[in-house]
């Protein structure tokens, strides 16, 4: 079963079925990985010119492609990224560590994954900031989770997509008065996502 980093909701299949296999969502890892790369650009540009910077100033211009990947970006948007990360020496930590948990994400065995985690801790051993050492204590707790995903590569997409559908037929239908047509009409929009 593929959920998100609810602890609460981990808690609550772990009660009701002991014997299944929790899998987290990389999303949602990726997500926090991100943020935590928003996080500290946002610090630093708050340390050294006191606001949260502005078009003039690389490390805010080209904010997104702190969180691309590597491999999608051109050979121009590569030579933005080094730029960035020139300036700002925990910038590049960050992202180092980012980069450490995609490289840890996609591996397919327990010895690859063994072999990134440690990769990874050693990564945020290196830096005393706060930021990472967070989002490597959030992994922590989710690691047989995160396991469970580079082995079985199981995610909640199929339900998050129809859980989105449904709250968009929601919104178009400014309410509904009549719940069996409601429930039809949520049937309908979803058949498409379930498997045959």
């Known amino acids: ?33 991100n943020q935590m790369v928003a996080v500290v650009r946002l610090r630093c540009s708050h340390e050294t010119v006191g606001r949260r910077g502005r078009m ?24 933005r990224l080094e730029e960035i990360i020139a300036a700002d020496i925990e910038l590049g930590v960050v992202y180092a560590v980012k980069e450490k948990v995609r490289e840890l994400l996609k591996t397919t065995d327990l010895q690859a994954f063994g ?3 440690e990769a990874l801790e050693a990564g945020v051993r290196v830096t005393t900031m706060p930021e990472a050492k967070s989002l490597l204590q959030s992994l922590t707790s989710w ?3 995160l396991q469970v995903f580079c082995v ?5 997409a199929r339900s998050e997509a129809a859980n989105l559908t449904v709250k968009n037929m929601k919104r178009i239908g400014r309410g509904y008065r009549n719940h069996r047509n409601y429930r039809l009409r949520m049937l309908l929009s979803t058949a498409g996502l379930r498997p045959c």
């Not at 593929?2 to 929790?22: K, N, Q, Y």
């Not at 100033?57 to 030579?79: D, I």
């Open 1 to 33: 079963m593929a959920m998100d980093m609810s602890a609460e909701f981990r808690e609550a299949v772990c009660e009701a079925l002991p014997a299944a296999e929790i899998s987290v969502d990389h999303f949602y890892l990726l997500m926090r990985a």
């Open 143 to 145: 690691k047989v989770e």
């Open 115 to 117: 072999t990134a985690w």
């Open 56 to 79: 003039t100033e690389p490390s805010y211009k080209y904010r997104k492609l702190l969180t691309c990947n590597v491999e999608n970006m051109s050979s121009r948007q590569q030579v």
């Open 152 to 156: 079985r590569r199981l995610t909640n």
